[in-house]
């Protein structure tokens, strides 16, 4: 069997165009969708996810405050551009890139953000609705994946997903979202950490098996049932000599050995990310459409 590829950079393109055609109608209404995003300090990773941020926005017609900060920016000034930001009316979704600095509390910083206007799905307040299936604001990587099935034809009612990973940005949000009894959710759900004793024998169960530990190709084809579906999150770094940077980019999946097995899977790149930003689109003309 040769797996149907998920091909996450054409959905996210698709759900991209549909975006930018709601941000044109709402724009005709007077109401430009705007995020305010901060970053702070020189990481170059969260630096290169800023400037995609930035240049998504940009494409689908959303206003972006971008703010970028030194390393030794104090606690006390961020939260007061987080104050400005929740009382402006032209932003409707605040990003604040993590990881934050040592000195900075991530905590009380993703508290200060007012929930209707947290569109990273992180608040409290918006994990709790969305675990009581109440409409929230979605983590946008565990939405973009749900999309990815709703969009390739998944059938997630009654299907055993296996996640693997607990991490409160992936693995518990999908496992909550996909417990939900509603479209593209209603699986049966189970979830493996580190400490899960003899992981294959779960995985081996999985019509819906989702990597998201951050372990370069932990997933083996000898741990995958035939015919399931592969959604692979992981993004990893693996040194390449051959390659100009040095390093390649791997997921958590062994892919063209799964492929063989899987029938759908998602390759890294190209895969999850895409949907990852396209998810914070979304949330942030949600956010405009509800302060309208
Ligand atoms: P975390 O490190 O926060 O969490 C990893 C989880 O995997 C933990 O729950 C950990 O278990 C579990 N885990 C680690 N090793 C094993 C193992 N050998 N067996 C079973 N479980 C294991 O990572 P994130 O959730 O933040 O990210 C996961 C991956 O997804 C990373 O590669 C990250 O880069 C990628 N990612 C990709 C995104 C995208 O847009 N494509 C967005 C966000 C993340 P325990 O809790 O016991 O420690």
């Known amino acids: 069997m040769s797996a149907e590829i998920i091909d996450g950079k054409e959905l996210a393109k698709e759900m991209r165009a549909e975006i930018a055609d709601e941000v044109q109608k709402l724009a005709s209404q007077g109401v430009t969708p705007g995020l305010g995003v901060i970053l702070v300090g020189e990481d170059p990773a969260s630096n290169s996810y800023v400037k995609a941020k ?34 402006d ?10 990881p934050l600095p040592d000195h900075i509390d991530e905590e009380k910083v993703l508290l ?10 992180f608040h409290p307040f918006n994990v709790g609705k969305m675990m ?9 990587t565990p939405h973009g994946v749900i999309q990815m ?41 189970t979830v493996c950490h580190s ?12 019509d819906i098996l989702i990597a998201a530990a951050g372990k370069p190709e932990m997933i083996t084809a000898d741990m995958v049932k035939p015919g399931a579906v592969v959604i ?23 892919f063209e050995p799964i492929a063989e097995k899987a029938s759908k899977i998602t390759p890294v790149p190209g895969g999850v990310g895409p949907m990852t930003i396209t998810m914070l689109l979304y949330n942030t003309l949600e956010s405009a459409k509800n302060h309208m």
């Open 89 to 98: 009316p032209k932003i409707h979704g605040i990003l604040v890139q993590l």
């Open 132 to 140: 009581l299936g109440q409409p929230a604001f979605l983590p946008c």
């Open 54 to 87: 930035e240049r998504a926005c940009e494409k689908a017609g959303i206003y972006s405050d971008d703010n970028r900060l030194p390393t030794d920016t104090s606690e006390a000034k961020l939260l007061e551009i987080i104050d400005r930001m929740n009382e």
């Open 112 to 121: 200060r953000i007012k929930p209707e206007k947290d569109v990273d799905g």
């Open 232 to 254: 692979d999150v992981g993004v990893n770094r693996v040194e390449d000599s051959s390659k100009k940077k040095g390093y390649r980019l791997v997921g958590d999946v062994e």
């Open 149 to 189: 099935l709703i969009r390739s034809g998944v059938v997630t009612k009654g299907a055993h997903a296996v996640i693997v990973g607990r991490s409160n940005i992936v693995g518990k949000p999908l496992a909550n979202m996909l417990l939900q009894k509603a479209e593209g959710r209603n699986a049966t759900v």
């Open 195 to 206: 400490a899960t004793k003899d992981m294959a024998s779960i995985t081996l169960q999985a």
